[in-house]
């Protein structure tokens, strides 16, 4: 009977706090606990991304802004590519030949939440690597427009 009662004893407690542990965990995940962000927040450490589109046939310059008051399930990925090395150990301008005319010119502008920022410059002639071109695409598509004229 010894063994039975003290068997049971120990369940008791181990029970409860499994019970409790599980409360606490979803009440964590009800309120946006781990692995979650809430709209408004991000982990990535970017605070904006700039894309200033000039040039082309008709002389556009135009910007696209993807900051917190964009609300697009891409958003994050955006931000994680700009946050990520690849793009952090781009060069400051990928330009072309002298000679190249009508192509459009980009500016892309990070801003960190840190206070730093990271500024790149391309031309479509240019040949700019794939993270250039994914980030201005992205940022084209979800980004708010401006006019820069």
């Known amino acids: 009977m010894s063994v039975s009662r003290s068997r049971r004893g120990l ?17 964590s995940a009800a309120c946006g606990g781990v692995g979650e962000t809430q709209p408004g927040t991000d982990s990535s450490g970017v605070a904006s ?25 891409r958003r994050s990925e955006l931000f994680d590519l700009v ?7 781009l060069q400051e301008a990928y330009t072309g030949p002298n000679g190249c005319r ?20 391309a031309e479509e002639c240019g040949e700019p690597p794939r993270e250039l ?13 401006g006019s820069g004229n």
């Open 102 to 121: 009508d192509a459009f010119s980009y500016t892309v502008t990070v801003t960190y939440r840190d206070g730093t920022s990271k500024r790149v410059d």
């Open 133 to 145: 071109t994914d980030v201005i695409a992205l940022t084209k598509e979800i980004g708010y427009r």
């Open 11 to 27: 369940a008791q407690p181990l029970f409860l706090s499994a019970a409790v542990m599980c409360v606490l965990f979803l009440a």
């Open 83 to 89: 946050a990520g090395l690849p793009f952090r150990s």
């Open 49 to 73: 991304v700039e894309v200033n589109q000039t040039g082309g046939f008709a002389g556009v310059n135009e910007f696209y802004t993807v900051d917190d008051k964009v609300e697009s399930p």
